[in-house]
């Protein structure tokens, strides 16, 4: 009867209504062992009724990876790639998973990649080529996933449906050249693992988007095309430039010019100079080859927009590398310099793209030598004050800074957090109805943080923060109830 069961079960859950008693009857831990059969009617209807019933479910969907349904995917796409209803479940059930970062994890350690790409070379219909490129472009965002895609061959398949397109002006083309587009350029900014394929990507596959680019075969779809196809070509040529070492003569460029007081040329070679670094493999290259100490040397500089353009590329170059952070942080020139522009009133622009780099490099950074030397020059309190930005996105880059710093060494900055008022300005935040669901979260996760401190922890508790989190157990947003329920409880226990 099991198979039968499993069908009533997916029609059953077919009703919103109908999915939280499912849940409540523990159906979901019910039906995953089933995803181990071979018979195919049961795969589908286990299938189908394990997706809607943690459709939109961002609790469970994450408890279905914990108790391992990636593999069991990834066998069944591997196993029945012919059958078109179950690979249609398939798919739908890594759409939704795929998304999440321990669904990423667990996917990085299968095949998944040579089954995706087969699915994708097999696909004869949009709303297929859609769904898997869906799929890709969620897993391009992991690093060891970018490797297996390419090793799998997808940048040549990529290339290919942009050569057969390029020919059309139907919107639903136009939507497929856009998405083989975006996952190339996803591809290339991806880490060593690329540098393979540049080359021959190069020489192949950006020599047809050029005529795409262009237009000369389709004027009618020039503009639906162009944008795509110059981003990815723009893409390659910006590794290309900095394997060729444009990077030093951009920097030999401006102090050229620095000397004649050119101020056009030196603009325009620092901000080819922030383009450069935003590739992940350009950043790895540059920062080997020295590039961020060269930087520092040019922030001797006294004019706003060369400073500016400078703490931009610095910025850039720390964004997800712990071997910047690292150089970056226990510069102590650097530092008192940048804690210098955080006072520069005056100049609001460099005071806040100096105290972005200051959260960048504690937000990367793994060492306790960083944190200390960020608080001895005295940055913490421009961190603090930066969670109190009318920009949802500023507040989130300090509260994330402030996170790793406090979880790395709370000890060395207890003093400071106490001084620039901190857990007054997360009350404010957490009670504020006009902040971001997000940054309620983040701030919560901060105060667990602050939480292992005794002084701090007496803080919170006079501020009658407690009241705010029971209040906020009641909000419509899933992230913001479950994260003031596990604030709550750190609460409760005892240091």
Not at 22 to 49: F, K, Y
Request: charged share 25%; glycine share 4%; hydrophobic share 45%.
């Amino acid at each position: 009867c099991a198979v039968k069961a499993a069908q009533v079960l997916a029609e059953v859950a077919k009703n919103e209504e109908m999915k939280k008693p499912c849940i409540e009857a523990d159906l979901v831990p019910t039906l995953v062992p089933l995803l181990e059969s071979t018979d195919q009617e049961m795969l589908l209807h286990a299938g189908r009724a394990i997706g809607r019933i943690c459709y939109e479910n961002r609790d469970l969907q994450e408890e279905l990876v914990k108790v391992g349904v990636i593999p069991s995917l990834v066998r069944i796409l591997t196993d029945y790639a012919e059958s078109e209803p179950l690979v249609h479940v398939d798919l739908l059930a890594l759409c939704n998973l795929a998304v999440l970062d321990t669904a990423k994890e667990a996917l990085s350690k299968t095949r998944v990649a040579e089954q995706l790409v087969k699915q994708l070379r097999r696909a004869e219909n949009h709303e297929r080529l859609e769904m898997v490129f869906e799929i890709l472009q969620a897993l391009a965002e992991n690093d060891a996933l970018k490797v297996q895609l390419v090793e799998a061959g997808v940048q040549e398949l990529l290339s290919d449906i942009l050569l057969r397109l390029q020919g059309s002006s139907q919107a639903e083309d136009t939507c497929i050249v856009k998405a083989a587009s975006d996952l190339i350029a996803s591809l290339l900014l991806g880490g060593k693992g690329v540098h393979g394929w540049l080359m021959p990507l190069t020489s192949k596959a950006t020599q047809k988007l050029q005529s795409v680019s262009a237009g000369h075969e389709n004027p009618h779809g020039r503009d639906a095309l162009n944008s795509p196809a110059v981003r990815l070509i723009s893409s390659v040529v910006c590794v290309r430039m900095v394997q060729l070492g444009v990077i030093h003569q951009l920097l030999d460029l401006w102090e050229k010019h620095a000397k004649n007081d050119d101020i056009s040329v030196q603009h325009a070679a620092l901000s080819a100079l922030r383009n450069l670094a935003i590739p992940v493999v350009n950043k790895v290259q540059m920062l080997e080859e020295g590039v961020a100490e060269r930087i520092e040397v040019l922030l001797r500089s006294e004019m706003p927009p060369v400073q500016l353009k400078l703490l931009g590329t610095l910025r850039m170059l720390a964004d997800g590398q712990d071997d910047a952070a690292e150089i970056l942080g226990q510069d102590q020139l650097l530092l008192n310099k940048l804690v210098q522009w955080c006072n520069a009133n005056n100049h609001s622009s460099i005071c806040g793209e100096a105290k972005r780099l200051l959260a960048s490099i504690l937000h990367h950074t793994r060492s306790k030598e960083v944190v200390r030397a960020i608080q001895e020059a005295q940055g913490v309190k421009h961190l603090v004050s930066m969670t109190m930005s009318e920009e949802a996105a500023i507040q989130n880059e300090a509260l994330s800074a402030l996170a790793v710093a406090s979880a790395i060494d709370l000890e060395a900055i207890e003093e400071s957090f106490k001084e620039s008022q901190l857990v007054q300005s997360l009350h404010k935040l957490i009670q504020d109805d006009n902040t971001s669901p997000e940054v309620k979260y983040n701030s919560m996760g901060l105060l667990c943080n602050l939480l292992k401190s005794g002084d701090l922890r007496q803080e919170i508790e006079e501020a009658k923060i407690k009241e705010t989190l029971e209040e906020l157990c009641s909000h419509s947003n899933a992230a913001v109830f479950t994260e003031a329920m596990r604030t709550l409880q750190f609460l409760k226990t005892e240091t």
